[in-house]
């Protein structure tokens, strides 16, 4: 895995103007359901049962990672960087699992340990070994501030700007000093627009309520 600053092409300054998702990702590049349900997170997986955890850690946040790390990914490569398939499916696998050791909805700084933990005890079939060692690289990257840990690769910082910005659903305080990508500016108000719709769904799925939610809005294709 490759480091890279947080400088140069990859950043941009953080009045960089929202651009309208048409003009992000072309169509025919957009995740589609069936890459994404591939990757849902189970209820067993959780340490906490998702009725008890608070509105930021249920099992709709992962969906709504899920989709975004995938939109930003697809983007960096349309945009000429290199990510290879296996980091690919490590972000995804991310996106599942990286709160799925939560124990309540806090700071919990141990909570990436534990994931890559229970990534390294329970899901080494499910994958190479090349995609676990990035998964349980990024499960430890995404929690401590970016000055607490060496220079992050392409995929962490793809993996916490995914994570930020589904903490940016239905409020306006996320602080864009915090982007890493330029990509994570243009959709910083779309979360909230896909949190919105997602509670108006009524699948009886909280991850099927995202994806539907998702689709409606043309972030992802009905494939």
């Not at 070994?129 to 501030?145: K, S």
């Not at 589904?166 to 896909?194: E, F, Q, S, W």
């Amino acid at each position: 895995m490759v480091a890279v600053e947080r400088a140069g092409m990859l950043t941009t300054p953080y009045e960089e103007p929202v651009i309208p998702l048409e003009h992000l990702l072309p169509d025919y590049l957009r995740p589609t359901r069936s890459e994404l349900e591939q990757f849902r997170t189970a209820e067993e997986w959780l340490a906490m049962p998702s009725c008890e955890m608070g509105s930021d850690h249920s099992v709709d946040h992962p969906a709504r990672v899920l989709i975004w790390q995938d939109y930003i990914t697809r983007y960096m490569i349309l945009h000429g960087y290199e990510i290879s398939e296996n980091s690919q499916n490590a972000l995804r696998w991310f996106a599942a699992i990286h709160d799925s050791q939560r124990f309540d909805d806090d700071y919990d700084i141990e909570h990436g340990e534990r994931a890559a933990q229970f990534a390294l005890q329970n899901l080494s079939q499910s994958m190479t070994p090349e995609v676990l060692e990035e998964l349980v690289y990024l499960c430890r990257a995404h929690v401590p501030h970016d000055d607490e840990q060496p220079p992050l690769t392409v995929s962490a910082m793809i993996a916490k700007d995914a994570d930020m910005l589904d903490r940016g659903r239905g409020r306006n305080d996320l602080d864009r000093k915090y982007v890493r990508l330029m990509i994570t500016h243009a959709l910083i108000h779309h979360p909230r627009k896909l949190h919105a719709l997602s509670l108006q769904m009524d699948t009886g799925d909280q991850f099927m309520n995202v994806i539907e939610a998702a689709i409606q809005l043309g972030y992802i294709r009905d494939e």
